[in-house]
């Protein structure tokens, strides 16, 4: 046992510091309507790991480089014709293409594609943990910088702007956070995964919450729990660990709508 914690406690160190950020993140991304974005921003991450092996960049620069890329890119195909979701799926799907195959054709990365695709936590060591912890704390700072007008802007917009909050400023704040969390969580989940480590503990915790505090607690509750189960699994059934970590996310998830369904259900009869 003592053996088995020395090899997976760096690795649940990490996956519950990310799981700091990765909820209050998730509930914004909820309630600005922006899932899909973050989705194409997830995909991204794998062309931004590929152009920072092909030049030989650090990753983080890569990741920054392609964010930028998908903000702009989205202002310049901005078309009233098209729908929102549609355009963020193509993107979605484009940049994942791009990216495997850059990885794939173009550099010699070809056996860790499934690490950038699904993650792998357990590769992590104490070593990188600091620089972990400290790109969370980092993120969770601006986080908080910028929440009340996040906040404000996904409750009532023209409320907030008529209190002088600028919603270009805070949506590009808010990318930017969305961006870096994007590559932090890159080893632990995976490109593919990533917006289901955001999304999946938020939607969770939006069965049992009524007021935005409420949710971030929650959502930080079942983060935790995810990540726990998930590594401990991945080694009990010898998957990969971000795999793991989101099936377990949403298995917590479904089970929490049957149960909540089941009990309105039974409130609703009592009526």
């Given at each position: 046992?003592t053996?088995w914690?020395?090899i997976?406690?760096?690795?649940?160190i990490?996956?519950?510091?990310?799981?700091?950020?990765s909820?209050?993140?998730?509930?914004?991304?909820?309630?600005?309507?922006m899932?899909?974005?973050?989705?194409?921003?997830?995909?991204g991450?794998?062309?931004?790991?590929?152009l920072?092996?092909?030049?030989?960049?650090?990753?983080?620069?890569?990741?920054?480089?392609?964010?930028?890329?998908?903000?702009?890119?989205?202002?310049?195909?901005?078309?009233?014709?098209?729908?929102?979701?549609?355009?963020?799926?193509?993107?979605?799907?484009?940049?994942?293409?791009l990216?495997?195959?850059?990885l794939?054709?173009?550099?010699?990365?070809?056996?860790?594609?499934l690490?950038?695709?699904?993650?792998?936590?357990?590769?992590?060591?104490?070593?990188?943990?600091?620089?972990?912890?400290?790109?969370v704390?980092?993120?969770?700072?601006?986080?908080?910088?910028?929440w009340?007008?996040?906040?404000?802007?996904?409750?009532h917009?023209?409320?907030?702007?008529?209190?002088?909050?600028?919603?270009?400023?805070q949506?590009?704040f808010?990318?930017?956070?969305?961006?870096?969390?994007?590559?932090?969580?890159?080893q632990?989940?995976?490109?593919?995964?990533?917006?289901?480590l955001?999304v999946?503990?938020?939607?969770?915790?939006?069965l049992y919450?009524?007021?935005?505090?409420?949710?971030v607690?929650?959502?930080?509750?079942?983060?935790?729990?995810?990540?726990?189960?998930?590594?401990?699994?991945?080694?009990?059934l010898?998957?990969?660990?971000?795999?793991?970590?989101?099936?377990?996310?949403?298995?917590?998830?479904?089970?929490?709508?049957?149960?909540?369904?089941?009990?309105?259900?039974?409130?609703?009869?009592?009526?």
């Amino acid at each position: 046992m003592t053996a088995w914690l020395a090899i997976i406690a760096p690795a649940w160190i990490a996956g519950s510091i990310l799981g700091l950020l990765s909820a209050p993140l998730g509930c914004l991304v909820l309630w600005r309507r922006m899932a899909f974005f973050a989705d194409a921003l997830a995909h991204g991450t794998l062309l931004g790991v590929a152009l920072a092996v092909l030049w030989q960049l650090p990753m983080g620069i890569g990741v920054a480089m392609v964010s930028v890329m998908v903000v702009v890119g989205l202002v310049v195909i901005d078309d009233e014709r098209l729908p929102v979701d549609a355009v963020l799926a193509v993107v979605s799907v484009t940049l994942l293409c791009l990216g495997l195959l850059t990885l794939t054709q173009l550099t010699d990365q070809q056996a860790n594609v499934l690490g950038f695709l699904f993650g792998n936590l357990l590769d992590i060591d104490w070593a990188d943990l600091p620089l972990l912890a400290g790109s969370v704390l980092v993120g969770l700072g601006f986080l908080i910088y910028i929440w009340s007008a996040q906040v404000k802007l996904a409750t009532h917009e023209a409320l907030a702007r008529i209190q002088g909050i600028n919603p270009t400023r805070q949506r590009l704040f808010f990318m930017g956070v969305l961006a870096g969390f994007c590559a932090i969580a890159l080893q632990a989940v995976g490109s593919l995964l990533i917006s289901g480590l955001l999304v999946l503990p938020a939607l969770t915790a939006r069965l049992y919450s009524s007021a935005p505090k409420q949710m971030v607690i929650i959502a930080l509750l079942v983060a935790q729990v995810g990540v726990t189960l998930g590594i401990w699994g991945s080694i009990w059934l010898d998957i990969q660990t971000g795999l793991a970590i989101v099936l377990v996310l949403a298995i917590l998830f479904f089970a929490a709508l049957i149960v909540s369904n089941f009990w309105t259900a039974n409130r609703q009869s009592r009526y």
